[in-house]
């Protein structure tokens, strides 16, 4: 059975860091690209951050260039978004997929609330 968990969301107040977690199982973590996506109330949801299985190559939302990191451990299943000098507009539900793409196969995970206010 295929599982995407998140998990370190919460409240944080402008200028603040967040790492959020989604840890994998059921399906070979490594071959999977695994990407961070974030949907705010009553906008579309956006891509923020991915990562290739082997690591070596992540890309960013020009929104969080420079602010977030993705990362990812192959060993624990998991991969990692750590968030640093949050702003209000961050706020939003997070949410993790796994795509393999050669087999066009993809799994989401639940989402986590993250929430950015004093």
């Known amino acids: 059975q295929v599982q995407l968990v998140e998990s370190g969301g919460g409240l944080v107040q402008p200028g603040g860091s967040l790492r959020l977690s989604c840890a994998a199982s059921g399906f070979t973590f490594s071959m999977y690209t695994m990407i961070w996506y974030r949907q705010a109330p009553g906008k579309e949801r956006e891509l923020v951050a991915a990562?290739?299985?082997?690591?070596?190559?992540?890309s960013y939302a020009d929104s969080v260039k420079g602010r977030f990191n993705i990362a990812r451990d192959n060993a624990k299943n998991t991969v990692y978004l750590q968030m640093n000098s949050l702003k209000p507009e961050d706020t939003a539900v997070y949410y993790c997929?796994?795509?393999?793409?050669?087999?066009?196969?993809?799994?989401w995970g639940q989402g986590t609330q993250v929430t950015v206010s004093s």
């Open positions: 990562i290739l299985g082997t690591g070596g190559t992540t």
């Open positions: 997929k796994a795509v393999y793409f050669l087999e066009r196969r993809e799994y």
